[in-house]
C-alpha cells in the first residue's frame, strides 16, 4: 500500500489525512495560528504511522490563507527531509470543482473576488464583474458563506454551492482519480503557493541598526 499524508490549511477550516494500513483524519478551526493545531496533528500522524515508509506528502496550495498554506508547505518539507518523501502542492480547490466543471469564488480582500475557472485560469475580479457572469448563468461555486456573499452583492447562488471546505481527504482523493502521467505532470512542479497577487513586501524607511 502506497501511505500518503495530506495536509489542507488554505482555509480556516483546516485538516490533515493520513491514508495507510491505519488511516487517520484531523480537523480543526483556526483563522491565524494554524501552526498550534497542525504540528499536533501531524505528531499523531507519523505516531500512527510508525516505521512504515511515507511514499507521498500533498499539500493544499490555495488560494487561501498566505500563513496556513506556507505553515503546510514548511511542515511538508521538513517531515520530506526525515521520511524521504516527496510533496507534491496541489489547488486546494481542485477536489471542489473537478467533477461539476465549475469555477470556484473567494473573497481576495480589498473589494475584489478570485475567482478559478474549470481550465485552471485564475482570475482577481470585481463585484460587478461577477455579478455580470451570475447574470449569465455562469456555474460558480463558493467557498465563502451565503450571508458573506449576500452582502456583497452577490445574490444568485444555489445554496448547496457555497461554503464549501477543501480537506485533506479531498485532496487525496482527487491524486487518486489521477493518471499516472497526470500524477508525473503535477509532481515535476516545485511545490508552492498559489498566489492570487503578487506577494505584498514592506521595504523599511530605515534599516533595524540606523536611528
Known amino acids: 500500500m ?7 490549511c488554505s482555509s480556516a477550516h483546516a485538516s490533515i489525512a493520513l491514508r495507510a494500513e491505519t488511516p487517520l483524519s484531523v480537523s480543526w478551526v483556526a483563522e491565524r495560528n494554524h501552526d498550534a493545531y497542525l504540528f499536533p496533528a501531524l505528531q499523531q500522524a507519523l505516531t500512527s504511522l510508525g516505521e512504515d515508509s511515507l511514499s507521498l506528502i500533498l499539500v493544499g496550495a490555495g488560494p487561501g490563507s498566505y500563513g496556513g498554506v506556507r505553515v ?9 527531509l526525515v521520511r524521504s518523501s516527496r510533496v507534491v502542492a496541489l489547488s486546494s480547490w481542485l477536489p471542489l470543482c473537478a467533477e461539476s466543471g465549475c469555477s470556484i469564488l473567494s473573497d481576495a480582500k480589498r473589494g475584489e473576488w478570485t475567482l478559478r475557472r474549470a481550465s485552471g485560469e485564475i482570475e482577481v475580479l470585481s463585484t460587478s464583474a461577477v455579478r455580470q457572469l451570475l447574470d449569465a448563468g455562469e456555474g460558480i461555486r463558493s467557498v465563502e458563506r451565503e450571508d458573506t456573499l449576500r452582502r456583497a452583492g452577490l445574490r444568485g447562488f444555489v ?11 479531498a485532496l487525496i482523493d482527487h491524486w487518486l482519480s489521477l493518471s499516472p502521467t497526470e500524477q508525473a505532470g503535477l509532481s515535476s512542479v516545485p511545490a508552492a503557493p498559489i498566489y492570487v497577487r503578487a506577494p505584498h ?8 541598526w540606523e536611528f
Not at 502506497?2 to 489542507?8: D, G, R, S, V
Not at 503546510?72 to 517531515?79: D, K, Q, S, V, Y
Open 2 to 8: 502506497t501511505n500518503i499524508l495530506a495536509i489542507e
Open 72 to 80: 503546510a508547505l514548511a511542515a511538508a518539507e521538513g517531515i520530506a
Open 159 to 169: 445554496p448547496e454551492h457555497v461554503g464549501l471546505v477543501p480537506t485533506a481527504e
Open 201 to 208: 513586501i514592506t521595504i523599511p524607511k530605515r534599516k533595524p
